[in-house]
């Protein structure tokens, strides 16, 4: 079992930046690979980065590319997301994700991962 616990979200103006952290139990996680999702007010769920566990280059979403960036400290248990440049279309529940499989999996579905966080609250104003 894993548990991930978000933080870092809140009210930022638009341009500004924001690090999401992403804290998990348990002494697997450098074997999972972990994403972050996003759910803005009545949209789906979608993917906006992922990284696997053994390295390699990170997915990002085509709408956040350039701008966001996924980190991982495995020492930590930690995974991170960096936004900056921010836009109001930002604006979303944001949720990190773990996901048991092959080393350098990168899943960029929901699908795709085991474990979720309960989310934390990213609010871009104009």
């Known amino acids: 079992q894993v548990q991930l616990v978000e933080s870092g979200g809140g009210l930022v103006q638009a341009g500004g930046s924001l690090r999401l952290s992403c804290a998990t139990s348990g002494r697997t996680f450098s074997t999972y690979a972990m994403g972050w999702f996003r759910q803005g007010p009545g949209k789906e769920r979608e993917f906006v980065a992922a990284?696997?566990?053994?390295?390699?280059?990170?997915l990002y979403a085509d709408s956040v590319k350039g701008r966001f960036t996924i980190s991982r400290d495995n020492a930590k248990n930690t995974v991170y997301l960096q936004m900056s440049s921010l836009k109001r279309e930002d604006t979303a529940v944001y949720y990190c994700?773990?996901?048991?499989?092959?080393?350098?999996?990168?899943?960029?579905?929901?699908?795709?991962?085991?474990?979720w966080g309960q989310g934390t609250q990213v609010t871009v104003s104009s």
């Open positions: 994700a773990a996901g048991a499989g092959q080393p350098r999996r990168v899943p960029t579905t929901t699908g795709g991962y085991d474990y």
């Open positions: 990284i696997s566990w053994a390295g390699g280059t990170p």
